[in-house]
């Protein structure tokens, strides 16, 4: 008789629309490389299903599972447990079930701070950024946490941009300020790192958010959330002037490192998940 188990390991997402999300790909080939008998399901769940989804997981015994739009806020009343940053952040992206308890992270934040220190430590530095949308808060509080000095949130809703301010001011040691953005966003000679965390060129390699290309200097660091395309038009044009870029894929990779850790207990190969999301996105270094 074979002692082979023919039962896998179960992850996976919530959110709606889905179709369009390649985090199924990029963790099953990490769980393919580390040889981890482990399925990510990628589940369309409508916001009436949640509670029925979030119970299923339960019954399933599933190790957790992302949560995306539009259930980050709506979960949290499903958990019993969330982790610091959530509080802070008031959103979940990341769930953990251990022994059926509910435990709710946000690895937005963490995922974009582990790629950004593979090119610069925020800490004691100057940074602005643009939006105030769910990533833009969970990057700000983050950098907070990590020692940033200081954020300016610019936004066309100043009072958005002064919500995540005022955020990052109360819960961590960083100075924040709100800024409205009119016309083209310079950056100031003292900010060190810019990050566009708007939604600004997703799908659209041409999209520029509205920056005043002159204020971007040699040593300053661009980064950008948006995964698809990479290689966004600001960090063409950051690039040309000798700025140092930080794409999307490394923010998505390490929010799948981070999770299938929370999850599993268990490191995956950040190299195969990034090499599957850029040959899903035709990118290459």
Same mark, same amino acid.
């Given at each position: 008789?074979?002692?082979?188990?023919?039962?896998?390991?179960?992850?996976? =997402?919530?959110?709606?629309?889905? /179709?369009?999300?390649?985090?199924? /790909?990029?963790?099953?080939?990490?769980?393919?490389?580390?040889?981890? +008998?482990?399925?990510?399901?990628? !589940?369309?769940?409508?916001?009436?299903?949640?509670?029925?989804?979030?119970?299923?997981?339960?019954?399933?015994?599933?190790?957790?599972?992302?949560?995306?739009?539009?259930?980050?806020?709506?979960?949290?009343?499903?958990?019993?447990?969330?982790?610091?940053?959530? @509080?802070?952040?008031?959103?979940?992206?990341?769930?953990?079930?251990?022994?059926? @308890?509910?435990?709710?992270?946000?690895?937005?934040?963490?995922?974009?701070?582990? =790629?950004?220190?593979?090119? %610069?430590?925020?800490?004691?530095?100057?940074?602005?950024?643009?939006?105030?949308?769910?990533?833009?808060?969970?990057?700000?509080?983050?950098?907070?946490?990590?020692?940033?000095?200081?954020? %300016?949130?610019?936004?066309?809703?100043? @009072?958005?941009?002064? %919500?995540?301010?005022?955020?990052?001011?109360?819960?961590?040691? !960083?100075?924040?300020?709100?800024?409205?953005?009119?016309?083209?966003?310079?950056?100031?000679?003292?900010?060190?790192?810019?990050?566009?965390? %708007?939604?600004?060129?997703?799908?659209?390699? +041409?999209?520029?958010?509205?920056?005043?290309?002159?204020?971007?200097? @040699?040593?300053?660091?661009?980064?950008?959330?948006?995964?698809?395309?990479?290689?966004?038009?600001?960090?063409?044009?950051?690039?040309?002037?000798?700025?140092?870029?930080?794409?999307?894929?490394?923010?998505?990779?390490?929010?799948?490192?981070?999770?299938?850790?929370?999850?599993?207990?268990?490191?995956?190969?950040?190299?195969?998940?990034?090499?599957?999301?850029?040959?899903?996105?035709?990118?290459?270094?």
């Amino acid at each position: 008789m074979s002692s082979q188990s023919f039962l896998s390991i179960l992850t996976g =997402s919530f959110s709606t629309p889905c /179709a369009d999300n390649p985090t199924v /790909a990029m963790i099953e080939a990490g769980y393919r490389e580390a040889g981890i +008998e482990a399925r990510y399901i990628n !589940c369309d769940v409508k916001p009436d299903g949640l509670a029925a989804a979030v119970a299923g997981a339960v019954a399933m015994e599933w190790a957790g599972f992302n949560c995306s739009l539009p259930h980050k806020v709506a979960v949290i009343d499903h958990l019993d447990e969330l982790a610091e940053s959530a @509080k802070i952040i008031g959103a979940v992206n990341c769930v953990s079930i251990r022994d059926g @308890k509910l435990i709710g992270d946000n690895t937005d934040g963490k995922g974009f701070l582990a =790629s950004l220190k593979e090119v %610069t430590d925020p800490s004691g530095q100057r940074v602005l950024l643009l939006g105030a949308g769910g990533a833009a808060r969970a990057i700000a509080v983050e950098l907070g946490l990590a020692g940033a000095a200081h954020i %300016t949130v610019v936004n066309r809703d100043p @009072k958005k941009a002064e %919500t995540i301010a005022a955020l990052v001011r109360g819960s961590t040691e !960083c100075e924040a300020e709100a800024r409205l953005w009119e016309g083209d966003a310079g950056v100031p000679e003292d900010v060190g790192i810019v990050i566009n965390a %708007t939604s600004i060129g997703l799908g659209d390699a +041409e999209a520029m958010p509205p920056v005043a290309l002159k204020t971007l200097r @040699k040593g300053l660091v661009v980064a950008d959330v948006i995964p698809n395309p990479p290689k966004t038009k600001l960090l063409r044009q950051a690039k040309e002037r000798g700025c140092t870029t930080l794409d999307g894929l490394g923010m998505l990779v390490n929010q799948g490192v981070i999770g299938v850790e929370l999850w599993l207990g268990r490191t995956l190969d950040a190299g195969v998940m990034q090499k599957t999301l850029q040959e899903i996105f035709g990118a290459s270094e």
